[in-house]
Each structure stands twice: as structure tokens, then as C-alpha cells.
């Protein structure tokens, strides 16, 4: 079976959600390749023109539906997921929420012509589903929906749902992880790693936890961490201080370290801290020479903190900043246009 054929029975197994838990890894790797577009293009269509046949109301305009849906999801859906952003990803995307459009009967009748009608309603209607960063040979720069940022060292793996939507914003951490949690004294941030458990409020912090590590490892950059067992606290811990947790004994010290040696794996970084929009669009034009316009200047003056690795792409920078600030992006050759209420609107 050829590349492009297994990604298309896959396809048709993740849509008829017959997917084994190993198929779904594999079709997502799959999704990776450079050629999906074009391999995933008409097993999409069919799927839209097999829900079209079934629904007959001719008041309907189609065409122009399967368009705002498909523009929609990558305005919207991605801003949900908040992850490594690559457009040949999206498909997976557009699929799982094309498929809840089939579930739904005369679910058509929510959709309007007005494509921010369509983006609010999809996201609406799907479930809040845990997402898993499969570990890999490298390191990963996942941007998660409060605006928080993660970088996943090699062979690391990271859990988290769509939106934080309870009392605290829980994720699940297996291997070594660099977190810059966005500020948010109402809902506290859990790390949850083994028998350990990492709470904060706000700061920059590594973990190290790797199945045959002998301990798992804090250590903070910034701010103050609490580390808990069993939600007995072993310790809070500031800048330049790290717990180190036997897995074995249960034992754990507390020291002051040097954190370079200990970062030396993570990639550099470019943070946007509290800037405005306007400072944030100057830094993009100048890092990847292009022009950055404004639709509605009162955008200029919402302030955004975002934290990206080297490696980041322009198109997920200005995910996270437009996910941030509830604006929208569209890139055209040199330019990009950043649309949207402003933030005292």
C-alpha cells in the first residue's frame, strides 16, 4: 500500500471513527508529509458531498458553506488547539469538525452567511477533548489555549484539553518540559507528572520526569512554584532553586542550581512581554521582512505576552497573538492584515 493510499484508508477509519489508538498516532504522523493537501483534497470534498446529498433544502448555498467552514477552521478551530501550527495539520481539523456537522441532524441551520457566525458555532460544538503531543526525536513548541507556552525536549510527551475551562488549567507531562504559564490568579496551573504534581500561578519553570529517570526534577527560572505529593506540598521554590524527587524512596532535597547547564537543551527564545499589538506587528516585520497592517487601528493598543522558540514560523506567532487578543490574521504575499474588535470594545 502506497504512502497516499494508506493516509486516504486511514482517513476514511478516523472519519468513520474506527481508528485504533495506534492508527490515530500513525495517521497523524502521516498528516506531517508534504504532500496531504493534495492526497487529502478529494476524500474531503466526497465527505462534504455525501452530507450535501443527504440534506436537499435549496435555500442552502453549499458551495459557499463547505468554504466558510473550511476558512473558519483555520481562522478558529487552530486557536482552540493552540499547538504546533502546520497547515497540513489542519485537515485533521476540519475533518473532526465536518464530522460533528454530519452528526448533528439539520445542524445547516446554524450556519450563516457571516463566516465569524460559522467559526463560533463549530467551535461551540465541540466537546472539550484532551490533546496529546506524541513524543518525537526533537524539540517542540506547543502553544496552549490560555496563551501559556511548553517546549518539549526530545522524546517527551505532553496531554492537555482544547480550553481550560474548570477551576485550574491541568496538563500531563512524561520526559522533560519548559513552561511559561501565562498569569491567572482565578484558575492555578497543575503539571502533573508521575506521583508529583507542579502548581503555579504564574512563572517559568523546567521539568524533568523521564520514565527512566531515577527522580523528577523543578527547577524554576521565574516566579515561585509549589511542588506536591499527593496534595502534600514538599516545598515552594523560587528562581534558581529545584526540588529533586526520588521516585524510589520518596525522598526528596531541595537546592539552589544553576539553571543554564540545566537549560542547555532548549532552544532560545523570543518573548513578547506585555507589549502592545503595535510593538508585537514591528517585531514580526522585522524578524521575517515583511508589512504588517492593522483593519482597526483600536487593535494596535491590546497588549499581549506570548513566549516562542527560534524555530517558530511567522503564521504561529501570529496565531497565538491574534488567539490571544480575539483578532484575526490573513497573510497576502508580503503583508498581513490583522482584523478584529479592539480591546475596549
Not at 488547539?81 to 441532524?105: E, F, P, V
Not at 474548570?166 to 497543575?190: A, C, M, S, W
Request: a negative charge; glycine letters at 4%.
Amino acid at each position: 500500500m502506497s504512502h497516499s493510499q494508506r493516509l486516504k484508508f486511514l482517513f476514511d477509519r478516523y472519519v468513520r471513527q474506527q481508528c485504533s489508538n495506534e492508527e490515530v498516532e500513525e495517521l497523524v504522523a502521516l498528516l506531517q508529509q508534504a504532500d496531504v493537501d493534495e492526497t487529502l483534497a478529494e476524500p474531503m470534498r466526497e465527505l462534504w458531498e455525501r452530507f450535501k446529498d443527504d440534506h436537499t433544502d435549496n435555500s442552502v448555498d453549499w458551495e459557499k458553506m463547505y468554504s466558510n467552514i473550511s476558512a473558519s477552521q483555520e481562522d478558529d478551530l487552530i486557536l482552540i488547539s493552540q499547538q504546533n501550527i502546520n497547515r497540513r495539520k489542519l485537515w485533521m481539523k476540519i475533518a473532526a469538525a465536518i464530522i460533528i456537522l454530519i452528526g448533528i441532524a439539520g445542524s445547516y441551520f446554524y450556519f450563516t452567511e457571516k463566516k465569524t457566525n460559522v467559526s463560533k458555532q463549530v467551535a461551540s460544538a465541540q466537546p472539550v477533548v484532551p490533546k496529546n503531543i506524541p513524543a518525537v526525536n526533537q524539540t517542540q513548541t506547543i502553544h496552549l489555549p490560555d496563551g501559556s507556552t511548553v517546549i518539549l525536549n526530545a522524546e517527551s510527551k505532553l496531554n492537555y484539553p482544547s480550553s481550560f475551562a474548570g477551576t485550574n488549567r491541568e496538563v500531563y507531562l512524561t520526559g522533560e518540559g519548559y513552561f511559561d504559564i501565562k498569569h491567572n490568579p482565578h484558575q492555578p496551573f497543575l503539571v502533573h507528572t508521575g506521583k508529583i504534581t507542579i502548581r503555579v500561578l504564574g512563572t517559568a519553570f523546567d521539568i524533568k520526569a523521564y520514565p527512566s529517570d531515577k527522580s523528577i526534577e523543578v527547577t524554576v527560572t521565574r516566579g515561585k512554584v509549589q511542588v506536591l505529593k499527593e496534595n502534600k506540598s514538599l516545598g515552594l521554590i523560587t528562581a534558581n532553586q529545584q526540588i529533586s524527587f526520588s521516585k524510589y524512596t520518596e525522598e526528596f532535597i531541595e537546592k539552589a542550581v544553576d539553571t543554564k547547564p540545566i537549560l542547555a537543551w532548549k532552544p532560545s527564545e523570543i518573548v513578547f512581554n506585555d507589549m502592545t499589538m503595535l510593538d508585537a506587528a514591528k517585531k514580526i516585520e522585522q524578524r521575517f521582512n515583511t508589512t504588517v497592517e492593522f483593519a482597526n487601528d483600536a487593535i494596535k493598543n491590546c497588549r499581549v505576552t506570548a513566549t516562542f522558540s527560534e524555530d517558530d514560523m511567522m503564521e504561529e506567532m501570529l496565531t497565538v497573538i491574534c488567539g490571544v487578543t480575539k483578532t484575526n490574521y490573513k497573510v497576502t504575499k508580503n503583508k498581513v492584515v490583522i482584523d478584529g474588535k479592539g480591546c475596549g470594545e
